[in-house]
């Protein structure tokens, strides 16, 4: 008799297409697809987007604590020419950084952001968004999953569940906080999608604790790892309906192939002095907004799908109520990162399937704040970004009045922001759903619409 076990056709083709996959992780969807498909494969396999996308992968930055459009990227001479002048029952403060016009496309840039103006052809800038509340932690919730109340998925996790994942080895969404921002995880939390949705937060400067693996025998770490796989999958058998096991499951196999991939993800060991330079880092660091920049770039180029960038955390933030002074120390931690970002993807062929969304929670007031050197919170108008992924490059859509106060021309609500994004990736926001407590539930809850004029 022949020890050698029978494999049916069914699993022949589900090894193949397994084998083939991680063999190439980045370039087999349908391998990876058919993997999914055969057996309930793996909850992260690639799925097919609604319609043909522009983008793969989506970086997003987050300047904490509302930082201020109108000393930045939406340019308003019309506050220094009535600076100190009584607005109602405020006094309009003029801004101390200089604007000028870069590029062939002539925008607007304070001198805030000097390497970010080098690249300003690439940018496509929101001058009329508003959110439905000018609080912190509801304004940043809504920015991340929609709701300024009750907390929903993030747009990570929902990118996640729409498309999977090009690489398993990897988590689908990473997020970089060295500090906690407002409402913390919330930002990148799963709630009632499934757990494995969930964003894997990155604190520089040990990366991921635990990642070294005590056992040294390879194969007696590869059988333990069979065994606990087995134990688990009879367990689930007998809970066909639990997702939160599922989800379990599927974080043990992620975490298995972080013990892989995550070190050379988070190491400068292969890059060039030049790179590093790109980002205003040094060999060795692992502390820095531009190491966090350079390792996103790496994710995405191993095949994560969403990676998230908090730049500062709930305190010292953009929050300036009394001195605007405070926002070239923020912005000199981000410009250099930032444009680096953008000239490193385009030198490696990534710029075109990667969008980029730069975004805060709120801008600041025209008026003073608690000081006449400070600004408050603003939520009616306020200007974000987009670059790559299909994004209309050197472009600026919306227009906010002359003092920078309210939307003048196209609002853009934060529903339709996450609306544009989901497009850019192959989504459509009315689409993209999940049944819970007896209805579907979905980013842009029950409104939005894409802009498509900043679309290429």
């Given at each position: 008799?022949?020890?050698?076990?029978?494999?049916?056709?069914?699993?022949?083709?589900?090894?193949?297409?397994?084998?083939?996959?991680?063999?190439?992780?980045?370039?087999?969807?349908?391998?990876?697809?058919?993997?999914?498909?055969?057996?309930?494969?793996?909850?992260?396999?690639?799925?097919?987007?609604?319609?043909?996308?522009?983008?793969?992968?989506?970086?997003?930055?987050?300047?904490?604590?509302?930082?201020?459009?109108?000393?930045?990227f939406d340019h308003k001479p019309r506050l220094n020419k009535d600076h100190d002048k009584?607005?109602?029952?405020?006094?309009?403060?003029?801004?101390?950084?200089?604007?000028?016009?870069?590029?062939?496309?002539?925008?607007?840039?304070?001198?805030?952001?000097?390497?970010?103006?080098?690249?300003?052809?690439?940018?496509?800038?929101?001058?009329?968004?508003?959110?439905?509340?000018?609080?912190?932690?509801?304004?940043?919730?809504?920015?991340?999953?929609?709701?300024?109340?009750?907390?929903?998925?993030?747009?990570?996790?929902?990118?996640?569940?729409?498309?999977?994942?090009?690489?398993?080895?990897?988590?689908?969404?990473?997020?970089?906080?060295?500090?906690?921002?407002?409402?913390?995880?919330?930002?990148?939390?799963?709630?009632?999608?499934?757990?494995?949705?969930?964003?894997?937060?990155?604190?520089?400067?040990?990366?991921?604790?635990?990642?070294?693996?005590?056992?040294?025998?390879?194969?007696?770490?590869?059988?333990?790892?069979?065994?606990?796989?087995?134990?688990?999958?009879?367990?689930?058998?007998?809970?066909?309906?639990?997702?939160?096991?599922?989800?379990?499951?599927?974080?043990?196999?992620?975490?298995?192939?972080?013990?892989?991939?995550?070190?050379?993800?988070?190491?400068?060991?292969?890059?060039?002095?030049?790179?590093?330079?790109?980002?205003?880092?040094?060999?060795?660091?692992?502390?820095?907004?531009?190491?966090?920049?350079?390792?996103?770039?790496?994710?995405?180029?191993?095949?994560?799908?969403?990676?998230?960038?908090?730049?500062?955390?709930?305190?010292?933030?953009?929050?300036?109520?009394?001195?605007?002074?405070?926002?070239?120390?923020?912005?000199?931690n981000v410009d250099k990162p930032l444009a680096g970002l953008i000239t490193d993807l385009?030198?490696?062929?990534?710029?075109?399937?990667?969008?980029?969304?730069?975004?805060?929670?709120?801008?600041?007031?025209?008026?003073?704040?608690?000081?006449?050197?400070?600004?408050?919170?603003?939520?009616?108008?306020?200007?974000?970004?987009?670059?790559?992924?299909?994004?209309?490059?050197?472009?600026?859509?919306?227009?906010?009045?002359?003092?920078?106060?309210?939307?003048?021309?196209?609002?853009?609500?934060?529903?339709?922001?996450?609306?544009?994004?989901?497009?850019?990736?192959?989504?459509?926001?009315?689409?993209?759903?999940?049944?819970?407590?007896?209805?579907?539930?979905?980013?842009?809850?029950?409104?939005?619409?894409?802009?498509?004029?900043?679309?290429?």
């Amino acid at each position: 008799m022949s020890n050698t076990p029978h494999i049916s056709r069914r699993r022949f083709l589900q090894y193949s297409a397994l084998s083939a996959a991680a063999a190439s992780p980045l370039a087999l969807h349908n391998q990876l697809s058919l993997a999914a498909d055969l057996n309930n494969g793996h909850p992260l396999a690639p799925k097919p987007s609604h319609f043909p996308a522009k983008a793969k992968h989506l970086i997003i930055f987050f300047m904490t604590g509302g930082m201020s459009h109108v000393d930045t990227f939406d340019h308003k001479p019309r506050l220094n020419k009535d600076h100190d002048k009584k607005h109602h029952s405020k006094k309009i403060k003029g801004t101390q950084y200089k604007f000028k016009q870069y590029g062939k496309s002539g925008q607007f840039v304070s001198d805030l952001f000097p390497n970010v103006a080098q690249t300003i052809d690439d940018f496509c800038f929101i001058h009329s968004l508003h959110n439905d509340s000018a609080g912190h932690s509801k304004a940043t919730l809504a920015m991340h999953t929609g709701s300024i109340s009750v907390p929903m998925p993030s747009i990570g996790a929902w990118v996640g569940y729409g498309l999977g994942t090009l690489n398993q080895n990897l988590p689908p969404f990473v997020v970089f906080a060295k500090l906690e921002p407002y409402t913390a995880h919330q930002t990148w939390a799963a709630d009632f999608l499934p757990a494995y949705y969930r964003g894997l937060r990155i604190t520089p400067p040990n990366p991921i604790p635990y990642l070294k693996n005590p056992v040294t025998s390879i194969s007696r770490r590869e059988l333990e790892r069979i065994m606990l796989r087995d134990i688990n999958n009879q367990h689930l058998k007998l809970r066909p309906g639990d997702l939160n096991l599922k989800s379990r499951i599927a974080n043990f196999d992620t975490a298995y192939g972080l013990m892989k991939q995550a070190p050379e993800a988070f190491t400068d060991a292969n890059e060039s002095d030049e790179t590093l330079a790109l980002y205003g880092t040094k060999r060795g660091d692992r502390k820095s907004f531009g190491y966090q920049c350079l390792a996103a770039r790496k994710l995405v180029e191993r095949g994560v799908r969403v990676v998230q960038l908090f730049d500062v955390g709930s305190n010292n933030n953009w929050d300036n109520h009394t001195d605007m002074n405070q926002h070239r120390r923020l912005a000199a931690n981000v410009d250099k990162p930032l444009a680096g970002l953008i000239t490193d993807l385009k030198q490696r062929g990534l710029f075109d399937e990667t969008l980029i969304v730069g975004c805060t929670e709120f801008g600041r007031t025209p008026w003073q704040d608690l000081t006449p050197k400070g600004r408050g919170h603003h939520a009616r108008a306020f200007t974000c970004f987009l670059a790559g992924g299909g994004v209309k490059a050197g472009t600026s859509y919306g227009q906010s009045d002359e003092l920078g106060n309210s939307i003048q021309k196209d609002p853009v609500h934060i529903h339709d922001f996450h609306a544009t994004i989901l497009h850019l990736l192959g989504l459509n926001h009315e689409k993209l759903t999940y049944h819970y407590g007896g209805r579907n539930f979905r980013l842009t809850d029950v409104s939005g619409k894409v802009i498509h004029p900043i679309i290429a």
